[in-house]
Nanobody, 114 residues
């Protein structure tokens, strides 16, 4: 029932920017925290950023702090990840996640390469 659909990934040069989107459905979006995770080949899936429901309080992994911004639009049932100053080590599949439902999106690939 819970559905998360990511979009916005792609190939970008180092120093470039991308904006990821996650469209959510199947639950009352406003009340739930949302997260972005990423997973590079051979590595664990790691939490990149999260945002609480209603209050919209955000937190970030140290590796992306100051470069990435998570936001949400409750009217659109969407969460976003603005990624600036991208580095090759940011290359990964990025996943939208609802902690309360342990539900994942399908992932969108971000590749940072010259």
């Amino acid at each position: 029932q819970v559905q998360l659909v990511e979009s916005g990934g792609g190939l970008v040069q180092p120093g470039g920017s991308l904006r990821l989107s996650c469209a959510a459905s199947g639950f009352t979006f406003t009340y739930y925290a949302m997260s972005w995770y990423r997973q590079a080949p051979g590595e664990e899936r790691e939490l990149v950023a999260d945002i609480t429901g209603i209050s919209g309080r955000t937190s970030y992994a140290d590796s992306v702090k100051g470069r990435f911004t998570i936001s949400r639009d409750n009217a659109k049932n969407s969460v976003y990840l603005q990624m600036n100053g991208l580095r090759p080590e940011d290359t990964a599949a990025y996943y939208c996640y609802v902690p309360s439902f342990a539900s994942w999106g399908q992932g969108t690939q971000v590749t940072v390469s010259a």
